[in-house]
């Protein structure tokens, strides 16, 4: 990577964090574990830039904006909750940002459709989307990438916390600026992905994704009533039919989340599981407690947000301006280097 002396002014050694979220639901406890945690550390060692990504949540539901615009709002709540500060985190909405648009459609001649169409994230994401795209995919979801590419480099972010699903984006992201610098000159700064300490979290059914989609998780704004009900469904040890059978916790949804929530308590539980000393409608009221402890204060701040919602209207149109600033600088560059600033000194 290039240092120039007047992009590089950002945090720890001068990089940048951007990070994304479709605003299609809520955030759930496998966005917290995966990714949250590590933005809200992170934003205290670099200048962090987080987009409600609302055109992109529309190119696989542009039948159904409301749902968009009604995710935006929750989606915002959400990081708020869990200690995104607006005043070290610029939250911004994607769709306000014309540059964005603009950049997309410049960048959209430097990347091939067979390439799109061989982007592991894309291939699977389309083969889930039957329903909606039949046949034939649209345009606009195959080169979701290119927009991508365009979200991050309207920032010149450099380093990209995502999970593993989206290092196809990154490196699409990646194939583009060399391409752009190698003709229009070097104006584009080639990001990284960040896997962090990201990890995916299970679903209450084993599954190994949490997703709204699958009916499987558990949402940072749930209540104590429906935490319960959801981990009094949680997938257990099959075999273990009598309360005194030895259970195998390694199999078992309720051990795994101990890990996660129990720490403290998780080796002595999981002991007595394996020795039929413990049984599991005692262990899942213990999980539904710790569950309930740790999303307290998450929940108490989410409901701040939810009584003020001008609080949250204003945090986000602050954070769009600041985006929109940087967005300007970044298209002046680029108008420049494509020889598109045609009255520039007339
Ligand atoms: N594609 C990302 C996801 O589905 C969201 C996203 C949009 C994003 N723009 C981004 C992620 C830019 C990182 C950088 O989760």
């Not at 306000?96 to 459609?105: D, G, H, K, R």
């Not at 061989?118 to 080169?143: H, M």
């Amino acid at each position: 990577m290039r240092k120039e002396e007047n992009i590089w002014r950002y945090g720890k050694n001068n990089e940048r964090i951007l990070t994304g979220d479709r605003p299609t639901g809520k955030l759930h406890i496998g966005h917290y574990f995966g990714s949250l945690m590590n933005r809200v550390k992170l934003q205290n060692e670099y200048e962090t830039y987080i987009e409600v990504a609302d055109v992109q949540a529309l190119t696989d539901n542009f039948n159904n904006p409301e749902k968009v615009k009604n995710n935006v709002k929750e989606i915002v709540m959400d990081q708020l909750a869990v200690g995104i500060d607006p005043n070290k985190s610029t939250i911004f909405l994607q769709s306000m940002i014309p540059e964005i648009a603009e950049l997309t459609v410049f960048y959209s001649n430097l990347v091939t459709i067979a390439r799109l169409q061989r982007n592991p994230t894309v291939k699977t994401e389309i083969a889930q989307k039957r329903e909606l795209f039949g046949e034939s995919v649209t345009y606009g979801f195959l080169g979701y990438p290119v927009s991508q590419a365009a979200d991050i480099t309207a920032f010149n972010a450099t380093i990209i916390p995502v999970g593993e699903d989206q290092l196809p984006l990154i490196e699409q992201c990646r194939e583009i600026v060399r391409k752009f610098n190698s003709i229009y000159g070097e104006i584009l700064l080639e990001p990284q992905a960040y896997l962090g300490e990201n990890k995916r979290i299970k679903g209450l059914d084993g599954n190994e994704k949490m997703g709204k989609s699958l009916g499987n998780a558990i949402y940072l704004s749930d209540t104590e009533e429906t935490i319960k009900e959801k981990v009094m469904s949680a997938v257990t040890d099959p075999g273990r039919i009598k309360k005194d059978d030895p259970g195998n916790p390694d199999i078992c949804m309720v051990a795994y989340y101990h890990n996660l929530f129990s720490k403290d308590e998780v080796k002595t539980i999981c002991e007595e599981c394996k020795g039929g000393k413990r049984g599991c409608v005692a262990c899942k009221k213990q999980l539904i407690k710790n569950i309930t402890e740790h999303l307290a204060p998450i929940r108490e701040k989410r409901h701040y947000y939810e009584e003020r919602p001008e609080v949250v209207k204003e945090i986000l149109m602050e954070g769009t301006k600041k985006a929109s600033k940087e967005a300007k600088v970044t298209m002046a560059k680029v108008k420049e280097a494509m020889k598109l600033d045609y009255f520039k000194e007339v």
